[in-house]
């Protein structure tokens, strides 16, 4: 049996209706795999929770005292210089033992939401905010314009892997 990619904590019950563990796991691994590194060298730390516990973080970290679907806290600052460049390949500070790619949290309400709103699949709408967030622990982000690109692209290569239509198309 593989030991899990994904520390998953759930603060919300009604993520257990849903399998969040199960998904994030699927999601997370299928970033790495497209981003050909070794699962068994990492570990992500992820919680389930509601809009109120994310406003506290969305407030605590980046002043914005709102519910959001989700946030990342990468362990190492990977984020390229230029914009569009691909981020800096992580490193294992003790090559040979499991390290952390960082923390993810992520909204039930808000996801449920925004999935009923777009007319998509919770499951679906989840899994891509967990690939979305294990790009932003890898350096990827969304701020200038080229990045949002290259960052979009690769989410909707790995969604497509998985099955899941371009969340982005309308």
Not at 27 to 32: K, P, S, Y
Not at 76 to 86: F, I, P, R, V
Request: overall charge negative.
């Amino acid at each position: 049996m593989k030991e899990p990619l994904v520390d998953c904590l759930i603060e919300e019950a009604a993520w257990q209706g849903i399998d969040l563990a199960g998904l994030s796991e699927r999601a997370a691994r299928a970033v790495l795999a497209d981003q050909e590194m070794e699962a068994k060298d990492w570990e992500i730390s992820l919680m389930g929770c509601d809009d109120a516990r994310i406003a506290e973080l969305n407030a605590d970290f980046r002043g914005k005292p709102t519910p959001t679907n989700v946030l990342s806290w990468p362990a190492q600052d990977l984020a390229a210089e230029d914009d569009g460049e691909e981020p800096y390949f992580p490193e294992p500070f003790v090559p040979g033992e499991r390290d952390s790619l960082g923390d993810i949290a992520i909204s039930f309400q808000t996801c449920a939401r925004e999935a009923e709103t777009a007319g998509k699949s919770i499951h679906d709408h989840v899994t891509h905010l967990v690939i979305h967030g294990v790009l932003h622990l890898l350096g990827y982000d969304h701020v200038r314009d080229a990045d949002a690109q290259l960052m979009e692209s690769i989410e909707v290569r790995i969604l497509a892997a998985l099955g899941i239509a371009n969340p982005y198309e309308v």
